[in-house]
């Protein structure tokens, strides 16, 4: 499966952004997706999860009550909306899609998100 990150930017801190993930390929609902990000001179980390169905998610606890991820199978894309963005958002944000939550096969290219205090 392919997938296309996009929707970054540069964002005032307490701002908001939404972030696409498109997927084509391979049927999208039979993949478990992820949003991953690195930042400057860091690891990259996870953010956040979904299910194949959408129905469940979990996400890292630095952005709990902020980001939230969905999915929509018929549009095959996932999204991440970002809420109350704060400087340590700053990162390269990746998608990726995996059968499992432990096998990340597949990843984005990345889109930028700067966060201005």
């Known amino acids: 499966v392919q997938l296309q990150a996009y929707g970054g930017g540069l964002v005032q801190g307490g701002g908001s952004l939404r972030l696409s993930c498109a997927a084509s390929g391979r049927t999208f609902s039979n993949y478990a997706m992820g949003w991953f990000r690195q930042a400057p001179g860091k690891e990259r980390e996870f953010v956040a999860r979904?299910?194949?169905?959408?129905?469940?998610?979990y996400y890292t606890d630095s952005v709990k009550g902020r980001f939230t991820i969905s999915r929509d199978n018929a549009k095959n894309t996932m999204y991440l909306q970002m809420n109350s963005l704060n400087a340590e958002d700053t990162a390269v944000y990746y998608c990726?899609?995996?059968?499992?939550?432990?096998?990340?096969?597949?990843w984005g290219q990345g889109t930028l998100v700067t966060v201005s205090s």
């Open positions: 979904v299910s194949r169905s959408g129905s469940s998610t």
């Open positions: 990726a899609a995996g059968p499992d939550y432990t096998k990340w096969n597949y």
